[in-house]
């Protein structure tokens, strides 16, 4: 019987805590959020971070972030992401080389 109790409980917190996430903070935050990303734009555009990201090889693993790139993140971050892709480990440290070089 104590084990039932203790089951119905759990199940109640859990189902408190999964409705708990679905509050009504998006609205908040999508107000607030006009005013931030007017400001997020304008530290980009005056403070940009120059990224190079080198891939092994292009991958379904990488989708997150080329994702990530087509939506813009990263420039909402200020971050200029220029990805290389280094077509394999043989080529990773030559790739590398020649990056560091032409950057000098």
């Known amino acids: 019987m104590k084990k039932r109790i203790l089951a119905a409980m759990l199940a109640a917190v859990m189902v408190m805590a999964l409705l708990a996430g679905c509050g009504s903070q998006k609205e908040e935050k999508e107000t607030s959020g006009k005013a931030t990303s007017k400001t997020q734009k304008e530290n980009t555009e005056t ?3 120059d990224v190079t990201l080198n891939e092994v090889a292009h991958s379904i693993f990488y989708a997150p972030m ?3 790139i087509e939506e813009g993140y ?3 971050e200020g ?3 220029d990805l290389v892709c280094g077509f394999g480990a043989n080529n990773l440290v030559q790739n590398s080389l020649i990056l560091i070089l032409t950057k000098s």
Do not use: G, Q, R, S
């Open 47 to 49: 403070e940009m971070t």
């Open 66 to 68: 080329y994702v990530a």
């Open 74 to 76: 990263f420039e909402e």
């Open 79 to 81: 971050i200029n992401l």
